[in-house]
């Protein structure tokens, strides 16, 4: 059984900081669970360009507001507290965040060693070990 606390990982290696996030990384590759689980701060009025290309992702919106643009049709769909958006096609989107610094939950497959930084194209390289 493992026990982690987020308290126990602000300040920590696994308080990873990029230009408009932080991610708080609560389980990793090494953890051995088949995914990754983080906490991700989106501050407000930040815009991110992403595209997870290796990697499958599932968010789940605890606080805050923001939207997600899907790349591919344009479409823009809104984020609140209770809203999960699944990049089950490894989908390019652009995040924003909207008046409120939003609070996401998210799981990665396969799951991040906690090494990764997004690329130029907004994508995590693979890390296998």
Sequence with gaps: MKIVRLEDIIGTDKEVEGPGWTS???LLKKDGMGFSFHE???PAGE???LWYKNHLEAVYCVAGNGSIED???GEVHEIK???LYA???HDQHILRGGTEDMRLICAFN???TGREVH???GSYTLVTD
């Design 24 to 26: 708080r990384r609560l």
């Design 40 to 42: 991700t701060i989106i």
């Design 47 to 49: 815009e991110l360009h």
């Design 71 to 73: 790349k591919a049709t």
């Design 81 to 83: 507290d209770g809203t």
């Design 87 to 89: 990049l089950d096609k």
């Design 110 to 112: 396969p799951p991040v």
């Design 119 to 121: 690329d130029e194209d």
